[in-house]
């Protein structure tokens, strides 16, 4: 079998400079899998600027493509390996210059896809994450989930093996078994009579998805080579799986109703250990001076706040028989043990934490300003007015309320001593949260009651006073063995989040009197 010719109009360049020049994906056929994406697939990414990474390694950026364009032939690229200023930037350089990294690789989330006769898909709608330099094809467990390769120079365009031949073959007959798998099941599914009252859904669950599942029911040991394939690595080095993405979506749907500060806080992610953050500790001193006197000068000073991330694990036993069993939503029943576990836990450390194997609470930061109540017994209308405006109001136009549901009842009782109307007003949308003195009111469990000596609410623009950074999502292990005696099968998930108080100034919190 004589392999498809790539002729490329566009030379490859990577010179003293960095620039680095190629076709990231070529349009004139089919991939090695049978695969094909369309130029319109490609109309979000022209004119956005992509990280360049090495190996689709996000611990590894080595510059950034600064144009992205759609020609005739393929997709163009252009970018600059940061050699200056990053070291990895001018290995890879060494190693490009060399030849010993020919290739170009594009990461990105499928949006929209076909099956091709013959196997494959025709890809028509993507979102084009990162584009990397690679020396060999990226494995197919890697965390984006589809990775494609195309060769820059046609110096290795006819290097191919019998024994890669053999295994493109293989491939090929993997697919057309799969597709003609799926054609089955949709012609069994077409002769049944309809069910009335079901609503049909025409979006069929993605190949990850559809992965995922099956290695929740039956481990990735029992699974085809075709779904394993479609499977994305955890960065955990104990092993196990990511969940895709619409089951974390799922799981994060659920954290946001047991832990509520996400509701309020700058939500990020990173791919470190640790966020280090630049912050501002002086500013400039000025004084009025006379015509003749010396003037006196003062400087910025600037410090550093490291955010590190921490992990929280927890396991789920699910019994074998009820993951035999079809008629049960597993996903459903996973996600939502994981998603209370993990909220419970993440909400108590947002709003207590005290930085020791967990993120820093907001209550538990220094440097947050306390205003008294005036009453050691009972939350007075006079003390909420003085807690917000004690705040700046820069910051208090973005303002919310935090407290528990007992403060809250209480609170809601509040009357204006000459009107008698309510301090607290509900809302007038729905989905909208209600407001105490203009301000929005978040409901959070983990916040201390009324009592002396307590903190029972916080003011604050949240968004920017605490940031929360999430290093992995949710990762799975599925362990068969551990409880094989019971008939279970034990499923270990992971998140790794840290968060700390950024502006102490934008926050403030109630003491009662002792």
Same mark, same amino acid.
């Given at each position: 079998?004589?392999?498809?010719?790539?002729?490329?109009?566009?030379?490859?360049?990577?010179?003293?400079?960095?620039?680095?020049?190629?076709?990231?994906?070529?349009?004139?056929?089919?991939?090695?899998?049978?695969?094909?994406?369309?130029?319109?697939?490609?109309?979000?990414?022209?004119?956005?600027?992509?990280?360049?990474?090495?190996?689709?390694?996000?611990?590894?950026?080595?510059?950034?493509?600064?144009?992205?364009?759609?020609?005739?032939?393929?997709?163009?690229?252009?970018?600059?390996?940061?050699?200056?200023?990053?070291?990895?930037?001018?290995?890879?350089?060494?190693?490009?210059?060399?030849?010993?990294?020919?290739?170009?690789?594009?990461?990105?989330?499928?949006?929209?896809?076909?099956?091709?006769?013959?196997?494959?898909?025709?890809?028509?709608?993507?979102?084009?994450?990162?584009?990397?330099?690679?020396?060999?094809?990226?494995?197919?467990?890697?965390?984006?989930?589809?990775?494609?390769?195309?060769?820059?120079?046609?110096?290795?365009?006819?290097?191919?093996?019998?024994?890669?031949?053999?295994?493109?073959?293989?491939?090929?007959?993997?697919?057309?078994?799969?597709?003609?798998?799926?054609?089955?099941?949709?012609?069994?599914?077409?002769?049944?009579?309809?069910?009335?009252?079901?609503?049909?859904?025409?979006?069929?669950?993605?190949?990850?998805?559809?992965?995922?599942?099956?290695?929740?029911?039956?481990?990735?040991?029992?699974?085809?080579?075709?779904?394993?394939?479609?499977?994305?690595?955890?960065?955990?080095?104990?092993?196990?799986?990511?969940?895709?993405?619409?089951?974390?979506?799922?799981?994060?749907?659920?954290?946001?109703?047991?832990?509520?500060?996400?509701?309020?806080?700058?939500?990020?992610?990173?791919?470190?250990?640790?966020?280090?953050?630049?912050?501002?500790? $002086? #500013?400039?001193? %000025? /004084?009025?001076?006379?015509?003749? =006197?010396?003037? +006196? !000068?003062?400087?910025?000073?600037?410090?550093? @706040?490291?955010?590190?991330?921490?992990?929280?694990?927890?396991?789920?036993?699910?019994?074998?028989?009820?993951?035999?069993?079809?008629?049960?939503?597993?996903?459903?029943?996973?996600?939502?043990?994981?998603?209370?576990?993990?909220?419970?836990?993440?909400?108590?450390?947002?709003?207590?934490?005290?930085?020791?194997?967990?993120?820093?609470?907001?209550?538990?930061?220094?440097?947050?300003?306390?205003?008294?109540?005036?009453?050691?017994?009972?939350?007075?209308?006079?003390?909420?007015?003085?807690?917000?405006?004690?705040?700046?109001?820069?910051?208090?136009?973005?303002?919310?309320?935090?407290?528990? $549901? #007992?403060?809250? %009842? /209480?609170?809601?009782?509040?009357? =204006?001593?000459? +009107? !008698?109307?309510?301090?607290?007003?509900?809302? @007038?949308?729905?989905?909208?949260?209600?407001?105490?003195?203009?301000?929005?009111?978040?409901?959070?469990?983990?916040?201390?009651?009324?009592?002396?000596?307590?903190?029972?609410?916080?003011?604050?623009?949240?968004?920017?006073?605490?940031?929360?950074?999430?290093?992995?999502?949710?990762?799975?292990?599925?362990?068969?063995?551990?409880?094989?005696?019971?008939?279970?099968?034990?499923?270990?998930?992971?998140?790794?989040?840290?968060?700390?108080?950024?502006?102490?100034?934008?926050?403030?919190?109630?003491?009662?009197?002792?």
């Amino acid at each position: 079998m004589q392999p498809d010719r790539i002729e490329f109009k566009a030379a490859f360049t990577a010179d003293d400079t960095g620039l680095v020049e190629g076709k990231a994906w070529d349009f004139s056929g089919a991939d090695r899998v049978g695969d094909v994406i369309t130029p319109e697939a490609f109309a979000s990414a022209i004119g956005k600027s992509l990280p360049m990474l090495f190996a689709h390694d996000q611990a590894q950026p080595v510059g950034t493509w600064d144009s992205v364009s759609v020609e005739p032939d393929g997709l163009k690229v252009k970018g600059r390996l940061l050699v200056d200023d990053v070291i990895r930037a001018k290995e890879v350089r060494a190693l490009v210059r060399a030849k010993s990294v020919t290739g170009l690789s594009v990461g990105f989330m499928t949006k929209k896809a076909a099956p091709r006769r013959g196997g494959g898909r025709t890809i028509t709608d993507l979102d084009l994450i990162e584009i990397s330099l690679v020396a060999i094809p990226a494995h197919p467990g890697a965390q984006i989930s589809q990775i494609k390769e195309l060769p820059m120079t046609a110096a290795t365009e006819n290097t191919k093996t019998v024994e890669d031949l053999a295994l493109e073959l293989k491939a090929a007959n993997d697919n057309i078994a799969l597709v003609t798998k799926r054609l089955e099941t949709a012609e069994t599914a077409l002769a049944r009579p309809a069910i009335i009252g079901k609503a049909t859904n025409d979006n069929e669950p993605s190949l990850e998805r559809k992965a995922f599942e099956g290695f929740i029911r039956h481990g990735a040991e029992r699974m085809p080579a075709e779904e394993v394939k479609s499977l994305v690595v955890s960065d955990d080095t104990r092993g196990g799986y990511l969940a895709p993405a619409e089951f974390s979506t799922e799981i994060l749907k659920g954290i946001v109703e047991y832990s509520p500060v996400r509701m309020a806080a700058r939500v990020g992610s990173t791919s470190a250990s640790s966020v280090i953050l630049p912050k501002r500790t $002086g #500013t400039p001193t %000025a /004084a009025w001076v006379g015509e003749t =006197e010396t003037r +006196t !000068g003062t400087e910025s000073a600037y410090g550093q @706040l490291e955010i590190p991330v921490h992990e929280m694990a927890a396991y789920v036993d699910v019994s074998v028989q009820l993951l035999e069993d079809s008629a049960v939503n597993v996903e459903a029943e996973v996600a939502s043990d994981l998603a209370e576990e993990f909220g419970r836990l993440e909400g108590v450390a947002l709003v207590n934490g005290n930085g020791f194997k967990k993120p820093m609470g907001f209550m538990s930061a220094t440097g947050i300003t306390e205003v008294n109540s005036g009453s050691a017994s009972a939350i007075i209308g006079d003390s909420l007015i003085s807690i917000m405006y004690d705040l700046p109001a820069v910051y208090r136009n973005n303002g919310v309320w935090l407290m528990n $549901g #007992t403060t809250l %009842a /209480a609170v809601m009782k509040l009357k =204006e001593s000459g +009107t !008698g109307a309510y301090l607290w007003q509900p809302s @007038l949308q729905a989905g909208q949260p209600s407001t105490l003195l203009g301000r929005p009111i978040i409901e959070a469990v983990d916040m201390p009651d009324v009592a002396g000596d307590a903190f029972p609410i916080a003011f604050g623009d949240f968004n920017r006073a605490y940031r929360i950074y999430d290093r992995v999502a949710m990762s799975m292990l599925r362990d068969p063995y551990t409880q094989a005696t019971t008939g279970k099968v034990r499923f270990h998930a992971r998140r790794r989040v840290g968060a700390d108080v950024v502006m102490a100034e934008a926050i403030r919190k109630l003491k009662i009197a002792s």
